[in-house]
């Protein structure tokens, strides 16, 4: 049997439609203020909306300075002689580091406490699906009925870590990402969720929102009519510019990780990455043997002994590729797409001692995981060409599958994802998800019958702004109500409205930051100069690749009113190119300004500290931690940063207390708590044995005084 409603003659939506095209169809106004009300609990035939309590550290604000893009656009990436060419040539293309213009979440901690969440639950007879809109509309958790089994890894706690874009991740369920490089921007961020007209009368889900760093347009619409067996995700995403742009997706499944769990899909050969000193390599090999694990088979999560990751290449997937993971009895989570979402990833952090212990930060004990993920490119350093004004979609189904157990796990690996893909296909077939595609295209247009969970106000100026440039209106699916538009926007608003940018006190944090090239010219057009409106410009400027206009607007604002924020993006600019000491008398009048306001926000003193540590000013920079507010000393940001200033210095006794606290932001691949250990270890030999520390003891030193698991967050083993 087919896992598809009928279609009738449903027929599939171009994918490079133009704005241009869909101007007469759709616009603002479709939907609303007044009918899309917040539904605090409601049911609408298998769409509900309930609390959900967790277990959960907090989030914190957001870290109010700008972080600046990569001098470089493209990512240096090494390319092994295996990897062919047509992979290699576009490997790490537009892959560099941008965040602007959100800002950092980096301000979370690890103690918890339970907090009720609102989910969103999309229920059928078979399946029973819960959505986080407040965390970025995360899939956490997809229950399925007949069986009384949770297919993905549900995270019994909430815990941020630093591994998104914007620092602050979580570990579970499954998360869409979209746009740049990494986990998205609205990982840790609420989105807009809305009821929809279903396939058949029921109602469907849409996750939607605008994506400020390129400016597109994503939605993820999900339907779970009666008689599915597996839950239908329609993804669209829309480039509203005139301009191409460098598009990322990767949806990224976190599944539980067992000894007997093997990994399938239909691939001969994957692109597999070597983790070194140097930085990332990637090469092509065929499956399941890595030469990353010598040649054992990496399918099954447990041979990988440290971090892994490895993109099957889904040549052999006949127009519906996919992946599963299954167990011993040849059970467990399958998830399929239409074409265009063509590769297929498996990470898994490792069975070494800081692979299990990044599970347990990122959770509990006893719960670990891998993930398996679906993406647009050969890889995740790989970014794809998407023309102005372009619409793009595909469809994935996520659900349970039984295979034959023998087969599945045997030697023979064609004959082992075979035998999954047939299993699959009396399912669901190439066929019948194209169906799927076609019945959730011709309804992507929707307006919503009601929005259930708001995003931010940041859609709604920039459909005020289309508007009253008289440029094509959004498609109708995206309903950004004009009752979103809070404080953050209306600066911004009284800009289009009035051509005038409002001033604030220099004691005030800036706020959100703006980069769209529109937004930069009407503020390079307002009439008086202010040092606001020319500290909001100098980052505009810098994100555009103009640093000398940036750094000229920050010199113009401090002249017209210093402030520790024109200050410190000076420093920042400069650390950017490595010059720690040209950076510290920018950094310096930054903190004596900052501390004019009474209460300086702690980003001033971490980044003062850090540039002092880099700079080599080591008695400095203890004199200035040690003149820090008692509180502010405190915190485990400063403490671990200060640690190094210790080691720097010989305070062996501060650094080892340090190694006894805990830290909630410990970077993926960082070497902090590392370095801080062995060099301590190092400088307590170097003065039994009056030996200089050298590499050579580092070494020796790594194989005779092991580190403590409770500080190895090392990747590799």
């Known amino acids: 049997m087919s896992d598809i409603p009928a279609a009738g003659a449903l027929t599939q939506q171009n994918s490079n439609d133009s704005m241009g095209k869909i101007r007469g169809n759709c616009g603002i106004g479709r939907v609303t203020d007044s009918a899309i009300r917040p539904i605090i609990r409601t049911e609408t035939g298998s769409l509900r909306v309930e609390t959900y309590p967790w277990l959960a550290a907090p989030l914190g604000g957001d870290n109010p300075q700008p972080v600046f893009r990569d001098l470089l656009s493209d990512m240096a990436v090494a390319a092994h002689e295996s990897l062919p060419p047509e992979i290699s040539a576009t490997i790490g293309r537009g892959c560099g580091r941008r965040v602007l213009p959100y800002r950092m979440q980096d301000r979370y901690g690890r103690e918890r406490q339970v907090r009720e969440f609102q989910s969103i639950v999309l229920e059928n007879e078979t399946l029973k699906a819960t959505f986080l809109p407040e965390l970025g509309g995360r899939l956490i958790s997809l229950f399925h009925m007949p069986t009384q089994r949770e297919l993905l890894f549900r995270n019994p706690v909430f815990q941020p870590a630093n591994l ?64 599915a067996k597996f839950l239908y995700a329609f993804t669209r995403v829309v480039n509203p510019r005139d301009e191409e742009t460098a598009m990322y997706w990767w949806t990224n499944v976190a599944v539980p990780e067992s000894p007997d769990v093997r990994v399938l899909a239909p691939a001969d050969t994957a692109v597999y990455v070597i983790y070194d000193d140097t930085g990332l390599c990637y090469g092509q090999t065929n499956l399941p043997g890595l030469p990353t694990l010598d040649g054992d088979d990496g399918t099954y999560p447990k041979n990988n002994t440290s971090i892994n990751e490895f993109f099957l290449q889904c040549d052999r997937a006949d127009g519906m590729p996919w992946q599963a993971a299954l167990d011993g009895r040849g059970t467990g989570f399958v998830e399929a797409s239409t074409q265009r979402l063509n590769v297929r990833k498996q990470f898994c952090w490792g069975m070494h001692q800081g692979g299990h212990h990044w599970k347990e930060f990122l959770s509990v004990p006893d719960q670990p995981y891998f993930e398996i993920q679906a993406g647009l490119a050969p890889t995740q350093q790989h970014t794809v060409p998407m023309p102005g004004g372009a619409h793009w979609h595909w469809t994935q189904v996520f659900g349970y599958l039984e295979a034959d157990a023998t087969k599945v796990h045997g030697a023979d690996w064609q004959a082992a994802w075979q035998t999954a893909d047939a299993a699959l296909r009396q399912q669901v077939t190439p066929a019948s998800l194209s169906r799927i595609d076609a019945a959730c295209a011709a309804n992507a247009d929707a307006a919503p019958v009601a929005i259930l969970s708001f995003g931010s106000g940041w859609g709604a100026l920039e459909a005020k702004r289309r508007a009253a440039r008289d440029e094509a209106v959004f498609p109708a699916a995206f309903a950004f109500p004009v009752s979103t538009l809070g404080s953050e926007q209306q600066r911004w608003l009284s800009l289009l409205e009035t051509g005038a940018f409002p001033t604030q006190s220099t004691f005030l944090p800036p706020g959100e930051w703006m980069i769209q090239p529109e937004w930069m010219e009407m503020l390079a057009r307002a009439a008086a ?75 001033f003193a971490l980044e003062y500290l850090a540039a002092l540590h880099a700079a080599g000013e080591h008695a400095q920079a203890w004199a200035f931690h040690q003149s820090l507010p008692g509180a ?86």
């Open 529 to 603: 100069p202010d040092w606001f409106a020319m500290l909001h410009l100098g980052v505009m400027k810098m994100e555009h690749g103009d640093e000398p206009g940036a750094l000229a607007a920050w010199e113009e604002s401090i002249r017209l009113r210093p402030s520790a924020w024109a200050w410190r993006n000076l420093g920042a600019a400069a650390v950017r190119h490595g010059d720690a000491a040209g950076a510290l008398p920018h950094y310096q009048q930054a903190w004596g300004l900052a501390l004019g306001t009474g209460t300086p926000d702690i980003s």
């Open 632 to 717: 502010m000393r405190l915190t485990d940001t400063v403490r671990l940063l200060a640690a190094r200033v210790a080691l720097a210095r010989d305070d062996l006794s501060f650094v080892e207390a340090a190694l006894k606290c805990d830290y909630a932001s410990i970077r993926e691949g960082a070497r902090d708590m590392t370095d801080l250990w062995f060099g301590l270890q190092a400088k307590r030999l170097s003065a039994e044995t009056g030996r200089p520390v050298d590499a050579a003891m580092l070494e020796q030193l790594k194989t005779s005084n092991p580190l403590p698991a409770r500080i190895d967050f090392r990747i590799i083993k």
């Open 164 to 227: 998104a874009l914007r620092d602050a991740w979580f570990a579970g369920g499954i998360e869409w990402n979209i746009s740049q490089f990494g986990h998205a921007f609205h990982t840790c961020a609420p989105v807009f969720a809305a009821a929809i007209p279903g396939l058949d009368g029921s109602r469907g889900l849409r996750l939607y929102d605008f994506e400020r760093c390129k400016g597109l347009l994503w939605q993820i619409d999900f339907h779970l009519p009666p008689g």
